[in-house]
T-cell receptor, first 113, second 114 residues
Framework: DAKTTQPPSMDCAEGRAANLPCNHS???????VYWYRQIHSQGPQYIIH???NNETNEMASLIITEDRKSSTLILPHATLRDTAVYYC??????????????FGEGTQLTVNP | DTGVSQNPRHKITKRGQNVTFRCDPI?????LYWYRQTLGQGPEFLTY????????KSRLLSDRFSAERPKGSFSTLEIQRTEQGDSAMYLC????????????FGQGTRLTVV
């Protein structure tokens, strides 16, 4: 699985958009970009994933650059409950692949009132 | 279904004792994963099952660790002769088999070896 690079920490004001960057310059054509977050003392929570196209769900939007070497997770209106460690993970996806997730150290997002 | 369930949530044990943790995945999920997380680090993969077959084991899974999923439903993770270095959060996740399926995690079992 390709390595990812994320800033160790970021701050965001409540109600504003939080934009979390991730670099994955060695990503392969068959690797998806996944985002998880982990609120203190809880298990990781799936947010969103994508391959090439931008994706949006009820939690967030995922913007993947055309060359797929980086991506941005956008939380459109951050709340205090979005304070968490956010992990960007690239993963080979396939019917027979192991599908393990390789977590890095993530970005600690702090949403301030 | 309330998601992935792990028991116990917390376990304190003396060094040298054996401990066993249980994970109940989401009922229709045929893949089950175990991860370990130490303070300040991201989760690290330990092992994974597809149905009852254990298909992959990390080098982190020493011979003191054993995992089972006897009927392809719940799983157990046993640590024999615990050491202080085994103190960590043990996370279980489950997913469907497929091209791009997300894994759902339980709340974890926090092990403290004293």
């Amino acid at each position: 699985d390709a390595k990812t690079t994320q800033p160790p920490s970021m701050d965001c004001a409540e109600g504003r958009a939080a934009n979390l960057p991730c670099n994955h310059s060695t990503i392969s054509g068959n690797e998806y970009v996944y985002w998880y977050r982990q609120i203190h003392s809880q298990g990781p929570q799936y947010i969103i994933h994508g391959l090439k196209n931008n994706e949006t769900n009820e939690m967030a939007s995922l913007i993947i650059t055309e060359d797929r070497k980086s991506s941005t997770l956008i939380l459109p209106h951050a709340t205090l409950r979005d304070t968490a460690v956010y992990y960007c993970i690239v993963r080979v996806a396939g019917e027979t692949s192991g599908s393990r997730l390789t977590f890095g150290e993530g970005t600690q997002l702090t949403v301030n009132p | 279904d309330t998601g992935v369930s792990q028991n116990p949530r917390h376990k304190i044990t003396k060094r040298g004792q054996n401990v066993t943790f249980r994970c109940d995945p989401i009922s229709e999920h045929n893949r089950l994963y175990w991860y370990r997380q130490t303070l300040g680090q991201g989760p690290e993969f330990l092992t994974y099952f597809q149905n009852e077959a254990q298909l992959e084991k990390s080098r982190l899974l020493s011979d003191r660790f054993s995992a089972e999923r006897p009927k392809g439903s719940f799983s157990t993770l046993e640590i024999q002769r615990t050491e202080q270095g085994d103190s960590a959060m043990y996370l279980c996740a489950s997913s469907l088999q497929g091209l791009s399926t997300e894994a759902f995690f339980g709340q974890g079992t926090r092990l403290t070896v004293v």
